[in-house]
């Protein structure tokens, strides 16, 4: 039987740390929006459909904008989204039930690669659970509150978490399920790998993706991608 993945391209945040007037997602990185870029690396890969989350105000435009100015043909639905990253993935969830595997991505990470995503899908089939990640280059400590230092774990051992994250459907599925339950110790979830962990008793197994896979997050985010994106399109020529 063959197997279906979908992916889920989260765009419904607001990008507080962006301060900017159109939402970090919707803005141009030369002529495109950035959540062109990052639904175009899925339409261009294996995967069999799409999805993308967005503010409710802004399926329309998602809709007209981006999906058909652009024809993003593996784009099976776009749909609202929720008040945290997590609602907005279990929105997400609920709009596949056929999946068997799902890949979920920051709509904020417009510099994924096919590359990634494929090693994404085998890692899910074989291990039910991944992350892209990058292992960090820089020294890590912990601090406390003062920031006087408390702890510097062993480098060997920390990597920078992206996405795409890759998991089981069914799986995912019932860690969200649980975690709509008990919703106590979901004030630090910040991905779908810890509710997998957390709920699912399930870990994640890291797998080496780009460091250019940077997530827009602050002004200088958008020069940073700019400058990758060029010297792609100087590559290719
Ligand atoms: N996201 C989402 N739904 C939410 C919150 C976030 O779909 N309720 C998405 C964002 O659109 C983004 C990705 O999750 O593509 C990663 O989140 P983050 O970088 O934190 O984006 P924002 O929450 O929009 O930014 P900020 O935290 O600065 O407000
Ligand atoms: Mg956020």
């Given at each position: 039987m063959r197997t279906r993945k979908t992916a889920l391209i989260l765009?419904?945040?607001?990008?507080?740390?962006?301060?900017?007037?159109?939402k970090k997602q919707y803005m141009m990185i030369f002529d495109k929006p950035v959540l062109y870029y990052s639904v175009k690396a899925f339409c261009d890969s294996s995967v069999d459909n799409i999805v993308i989350v967005t503010g409710a105000e802004d399926v329309d435009y998602v809709r007209e904008e981006i999906v058909e100015k652009y024809g993003?043909?593996?784009?099976?639905d776009v749909i609202p989204g929720g008040k945290e990253r997590y609602d907005s993935t279990y929105a997400g969830l609920m709009a596949c039930p056929d999946s068997d595997y799902v890949l979920i991505h920051d709509?904020?990470?417009?510099?994924?690669?096919v590359k990634v995503i494929e090693d994404a899908i085998l890692g899910a089939m074989e291990y039910g659970a991944v992350a892209a990640g990058v292992p960090a280059k820089d020294t890590i400590r912990i601090v406390d509150d003062e920031a006087f230092s408390r702890e510097t774990p062993?480098?060997?051992?920390l990597w920078i978490v992206q996405t795409p994250q890759a998991f089981s459907y069914a799986e995912l599925k019932a860690a969200y399920d649980c975690m709509r339950k008990d919703r106590?110790?979901?004030?630090?979830?910040?991905?779908d790998a810890m509710v997998l962990e957390t709920y699912g008793g399930k870990k994640t197994r890291m797998i080496m993706a780009e460091?250019?896979?940077?997530?827009?997050?602050?002004?200088e985010d958008i020069e940073l991608a700019e400058t990758f994106l060029k010297s792609r399109c100087f590559l290719k020529k």
């Open positions: 765009a419904a945040g607001k990008g507080q740390r962006m301060h900017s007037e159109v993003l043909s593996k784009v099976s709509a904020a990470r417009p510099l994924v690669s062993d480098r060997r051992y106590s110790g979901v004030k630090n979830i910040t991905d460091y250019e896979n940077i997530k827009i997050t602050t002004p």
